[in-house]
Nanobody
Framework: VQLQAFGGGLVQAGGFLRLSCAASGRIVVINAMGWYRQAPGKQRELVATIPRSGSINYADSVKGRFTISRDNAKNTVYLQMNSLKPEDTAVYYC??????????????WGKGTLVTVSS
């Protein structure tokens, strides 16, 4: 099972970016999916999570600016990031809880995509 993230880049403060992350491999079902980020010199932190069904969770720092969504048919999770701030600069990682075709549950991480917000 692999997760591959796309969409990072350099943007000015106040701008927007859309990240996407697609899961591939022998997947039966994907339960929770999410985005995390790690800024230079800081620990990795939760940005947003979305279950297969149920309530979406956002970090307080991104509420009202970021929107997480998913397409179960494509095994893909998205993160729409609006009103970006310099403090949003980080490597963004996608994460998913996946049931494989061997009926083993795995928690998988993507390699990360860099988002840089200039002031």
């Amino acid at each position: 099972v692999q997760l591959q993230a796309f969409g990072g880049g350099l943007v000015q403060a106040g701008g927007f970016l859309r990240l996407s992350c697609a899961a591939s491999g022998r997947i039966v079902v994907i339960n929770a999916m999410g985005w995390y980020r790690q800024a230079p010199g800081k620990q990795r932190e939760l940005v947003a999570t979305i279950p297969r069904s149920g309530s979406i969770n956002y970090a307080d720092s991104v509420k009202g600016r970021f929107t997480i969504s998913r397409d179960n048919a494509k095994n893909t999770v998205y993160l729409q990031m609006n009103s970006l701030k310099p403090e949003d600069t980080a490597v963004y990682y996608c994460n998913a809880d996946i049931l494989t075709s061997n009926f083993v549950g795995v928690n998988s991480w993507g390699k990360g995509t860099l988002v840089t917000v200039s002031s």
